[in-house]
């Protein structure tokens, strides 16, 4: 079993295995699959396991931003796991995600996140459950409702728009401390808005994306820097309510759309979970924002068997909003013991108190108040991948 960096010429066969193994894609998009590969495969991004000529599995790590307390870090996405049905069961989805993980270290991606078609295999590697993407069923007329606050200049965008929309993400992202979500390649964007069948509108500090979905409309983006642009984009939505009668849009979980709601009783939110991981503690801590008033001194042992580089102890320290992992030499007696997955789920945001009742932290609880305050988060994207 080789595994290698797929060519353009292997894309046939890598499209012959994702249909395999998700099913089948129209005619009419498999062009736009391919013209999206593309870059991970110039860029040593979409990996292949071959058994002689045979493509038996594969991989693509995706060149993502993800905002953790409104600071940017470089994610790498793993996408398009496959696995040739008669090669299941081999050992081969875990060999080649060894290597993805690898990958991401070599191109200086310090944390990963996927979408798990199956937990036990991402787990036992280090990933853990993390975020969602929820995405809520809201009447339309409800939305048509909203008040506008002032005048918004809404505009259409293009593939020319891709930048401005790109700096609007980050901003946004930034100033509200949004943790999870995720901005692609400006690449990436121009690509997307030059294909999607959606309507984009852009605001000086937020954006729509929305379409119809048979009768109904489906919104994949909405992002507000401020009450009147929340009110702007949600009433531009709601303004087809005398054809559609409800509205699926992927919202985060604290979205300020459930605030300007006349009406909410029960709210109908789906939830597709999302796993995280820390490729690289020192590089992924750096980068991480933290709430400007909390301060933390501590040190964790970390087992992370596949990364030796990240096992052992790490002295974690906060103050000012931003934070530092170095190793720490010495395990002292108050530290406690994080697996992998326990490590990455409490950089994302997960109680301590969960995380001790998963058995993935384990010994003295000392510093669990001050390691839940500065790692807070309630994370989530609005991008499947």
Not at 321 to 328: H, I, M, R
Request: aromatic share 8%; hydrophobic share 45%; proline share 6%.
């Amino acid at each position: 079993m080789e595994i290698r960096e797929l060519t353009a010429d292997d894309l046939d066969a890598a499209l012959d295995n994702r249909i395999r193994a998700f099913g089948p894609v129209p005619q009419d998009e498999a062009e736009t699959w391919r013209r999206n590969a593309l870059p991970a495969v110039e860029g040593g991004r979409y990996l292949g396991a071959f058994d002689g000529a045979r493509l038996v599995a594969t991989t693509r790590i995706e060149d993502f931003t993800q905002w953790w307390h409104g600071r940017p870090l470089p994610m790498g996405g793993i996408a398009s796991v496959t696995v040739a049905p008669e090669d299941r069961g081999r050992g081969v989805g875990r060999t080649i995600m060894r290597t993805a993980l690898d990958r991401c270290a070599a191109l200086g991606l310090p944390i990963s996140a996927l979408y798990p078609a199956t937990t036990r295999l991402y787990r036992s590697l280090g990933w853990e459950h993390a975020g969602a993407l929820h995405q809520a069923v809201l009447p339309t007329e409800a939305l048509r409702t909203i008040r506008t606050a002032g005048d918004v200049p809404l505009r259409r965008t293009g593939p020319g728009d891709a930048r401005a929309l790109g700096e609007v993400i980050g901003r946004v992202h930034a100033a509200t401390r949004a943790s999870g979500p995720v901005r692609r390649s400006e690449a990436a964007v121009r690509r997307w808005l030059e294909s999607t069948r959606d309507f984009v509108y852009l605001a000086e500090d937020g954006f729509v994306a929305y379409g119809w979905d048979g009768h109904d409309i489906s919104v994949s983006h909405l992002l507000a820097g401020s009450e009147a642009t929340a009110r702007a984009l949600w009433a531009l939505v709601g303004s087809s309510s005398s054809i559609a009668k409800q509205v699926r849009a992927a919202v985060a979980p604290d979205d300020p759309v459930f605030w300007l709601l006349g009406e909410r009783v029960n709210d109908e939110v789906a939830q597709a979970r999302w796993m995280f991981r820390v490729v690289d503690p020192a590089a992924a801590v750096a980068g991480r924002g933290f709430p400007a008033g909390v301060t933390l001194d501590a040190v964790v042992h970390v087992d992370d068997p596949e990364r030796p580089a990240s096992s052992g102890p790490w002295h974690l320290s906060v103050s000012g909003g931003s934070g530092t992992a170095q190793p720490a030499g010495t395990i002292p007696k108050t530290a406690p013991a994080l697996t992998a997955g326990g490590l990455s789920a409490l950089f994302a945001g997960v109680p301590t108190t969960t995380l001790r009742r998963a058995g993935i932290l384990t010994g003295p609880a000392d510093a669990d108040d001050a390691l839940d305050a500065a790692f807070h988060a309630r994370p989530y994207m609005t991008d499947a991948f």
